[in-house]
């Protein structure tokens, strides 16, 4: 097991945003998060990286356990210039050929000397997705990953997720609200709502009672789902000040 949580419970400013949650991530299988909004998703990875306290519970991680985490936001100061090079080079200086390689397998060639400010939402999503692969991890955790991408661009972006499973066989824990890729694509899924309602197969957890009382049963509750998402999504973007992850 890469990383192992039991029976996990984390507050943010005194309200509990996810309770008992237990489950496991093995080498080289894909596992999706999904649930509404508010839901604890995020909360959830940011425990898994230590980045909030957890309340009650443990979180074992493998000695070898390689971290890559894509955040769901991250603001980068308007004002302060910064090339794609920078970026990737913070906070610890990596090899140039490496850069390279990741800027190519993240499908964004030759705009290493770009300014970051200057990018489109859905490339600055891929340059956050090569940046977490220059740590060459074992376990990447995705955060929306897609979001701010454009059709073809989210298709792409999980057949690259998929490549990169199979090639480097890193575990990938992501949370998406692309429901229909959701179910064709990963190993395992884990509907949330703050705590696990159901988990397993794709199939085993569309039909639970739990799953169809929060996304419905059908394609037509599932483009329902997406547009009420989408009215109120946040699109990523490198425009703004105050890093924030998430
Ligand atoms: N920095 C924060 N301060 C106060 N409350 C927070 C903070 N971050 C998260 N929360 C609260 O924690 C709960 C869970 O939020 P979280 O972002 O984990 O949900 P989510 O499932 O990822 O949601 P979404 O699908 O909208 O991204 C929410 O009620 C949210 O308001």
Known sequence: MLIVAKDVSAHIMG????????FAIEPGEIVTIV????????????ALIGAIDISAGQIERHP????????QRLHVEAMLPMTVNRFLNLPV?????????????????????????????GQFQRILLARAM??????????????????????????????IRQETNCA??????????????????????KH????????HVSASSEYIELFGSGEEHLALYHHQHHQHRHIAKPHKRVEHAG
């Open 35 to 46: 649930g509404p909004n508010g839901s604890g998703k995020t909360s959830l990875l940011k």
């Open 93 to 121: 200086k990596k090899n140039d050929s490496d850069i390279t390689s990741a800027l190519i397998n993240a499908g964004v060639p030759g705009i290493k000397h770009q300014q970051i400010i200057g990018l489109s939402g």
């Open 64 to 71: 070898n356990l390689r971290l890559g985490y894509v955040p």
């Open 15 to 22: 309200r509990k945003v996810i309770s008992n949650i237990t």
């Open 196 to 203: 696990i309602c159901c988990q397993g197969k794709p199939d």
């Open 134 to 163: 220059l740590d060459r991890p074992n376990l990447l955790l995705l955060d929306e990953a897609t979001q701010g991408l454009d059709q073809g661009g989210i298709g792409a972006f999980y057949r690259h997720i998929d490549r």
């Open 172 to 193: 990938v824990l992501m949370v998406s609200h692309d429901l229909n890729i959701v179910m064709r694509q990963t190993d395992r899924v884990i509907c949330l709502n």
